[in-house]
């Protein structure tokens, strides 16, 4: 056999047995992929506030109460702000109407009853002059009182004859600046209107409003409209002093405007519609630069009407766009743009709310901070569910519909730009029982009405495998008190609390984080993030690095085998030894190397 062949086929071997080691030397890599080094979670950079966060009480010993309570935030006369709460006793009890009062931002409520009245108390109201001072009107259908408090509400100078005119009904009180006056005049002007059943309605104001007294008759001595059904609700610009007077006239909605004092008023259309304007009272207000706002229904939606030029042209949203009946809407206005409006509200859509036996109601709350731009937006939450359970009244003494919850419910705004609302709510006792109480809600979270007010909740996050590490020492308070509370809610259905804090989840997966921050005086905001965590991989069993030695034993086995059994044998020439012969001559030839 040739030497050189043979030595060929060696080599051949060892290649081939060096490249089948180092297939599957490297197979694990080749068919495996290198697990990453870091499998941290990627952030969505997605913030978003959510809804509208209120906090709700009720007011003790306020048991039929709750018949058209209205809210309002004001000057005390220790300086502070202070809430006012009022409502009517009630036509021939013989009461003066309720008045209730905190000085804590609502957190407790102090009744101020001041005394009695012969023929009762219907259709109360209170005004609030810029010293603290407390005007309460009543009303006494043959006439109307204004009761002034210049101590707090304890004690009171009553004027029973407060209307000019015979016969009052559903009147109102607002503050302004007085206009046009010389100096030394009063600063400010109680203004009263009401309908005067035979001529209509009637505005009127006090000459010595320090004390509520002297009142006047504005418009020229005339009525504004000869409408006898004209009783809507009015407001007063505290910049201008301009009032502003709306009034469901025949054929939709006009507003009366006057910009000197009372003294004679314009007349604007706002709508022009055959169709029944559908509540009782059509809210006004005004805004800190005089934007001009209205609220209205027609059972099914909330309307909002919109003014930047004084009530001469109006823009009409509507407000509310799912099926329902909403009813006694009211409003109001804070910075530009900014209004917030409520209602009762109930998903029942057979029949009018006279009818609605068996609906049940909610109390509603819409926010928009751009109301003046061409794409309006709300933000709408229920306040409180089933506050009322039948029908509402919208007829006034019309009729015999439940009407425990009166003509209206009101809310306001207050020096940090928190909507604050009071409702009645008597649940399921009955048609006219009177047993309604008074309820008091303030909004926690934005968005307010005021622009640089409350705090923002800011926080960054990153991740490490299942653990979300968070900070939010960027929040800040716009209103300089601080933060006083941070809660973290994981999206897990776990929540906690602090600035810098870390969280980790259970497994793998995407998960809202949202932040609530909380300022001194019980102000709040939030914000959410979305993260996505995923557990840190263990390598798999790898078979090939068991299989890699046991095959690189068996293929050198074979190999050495193959090898082996290939190999030429050895030659052994054996010469014959002749008879004789000597056996050193015997050779042993070896095989060629």
Known sequence: MNKNATLGNIYLRIILTFTVSVFLLLSPILIFPIPSENTAASVYDQNTHNGIDFYVSELENSVGGGFEPHIIAGPGIDGNEWYYIDSPTGLGGGESGNLWISKDQGETWEPHPYGRNALGSGDSYTAIAKDGTIYYTDLYLWSSTIDTSKDGGDTWLRNPLATVTRVGDRQWLRMGPTVGAPPGAQAETLYMIYNDIPQGLIIQRSRWTNQGLVWVMGNNRLPVSTSTGSRDYFAVDQNDGTIYLPNKDG?????????????????????????????????????????????????EHVFLGTSTNQGASWVITQVTNTNGTRVLPWLVAGDPGRVALTWYDTPDINGTSDEKVDANWSTNVAISINALTENISFLISPILESVHTGAIRTTGTAGDA?????????????????????????????????????????????????????????????TEYLTVYVDASRSFDRNGGGIKEWLWDWGDGTNSNGVVTRHTYKKSGTYEITLKVINRVDMGDSTSSFVKVEAEEEAPINLCWIVLPVGLVAVGAVTVYYWYKKRPPKIVEVQEIQNGSNSNDATTSEPPH
């Open 402 to 462: 439940d009407r425990d919850l009166g003509d209206f419910f009101t809310c306001d705004v207050d020096e940090f730009g928190r909507v604050i609302v009071t409702f009645g709510m008597d649940g399921d006792d009955g048609d006219n029982t009177r047993q309604a109480k008074v309820m008091f809600a303030k909004q926690l979270e934005g968005p307010f009405l005021l622009e640089n007010t409350g705090p923002e909740a800011i926080f960054i996050n990153y």
């Open 251 to 299: 054929g939709g909605i006009a507003m009366y405007v006057s910009t000197d004092g009372g003294n004679s008023f314009t007349r604007y259309q706002v709508l022009s519609t055959n169709d029944d304007i559908q509540n009782i009272f059509i809210a006004a207000d005004i805004d800190n630069s005089g934007n001009v706002y209205l609220t209205w229904t027609n059972q």
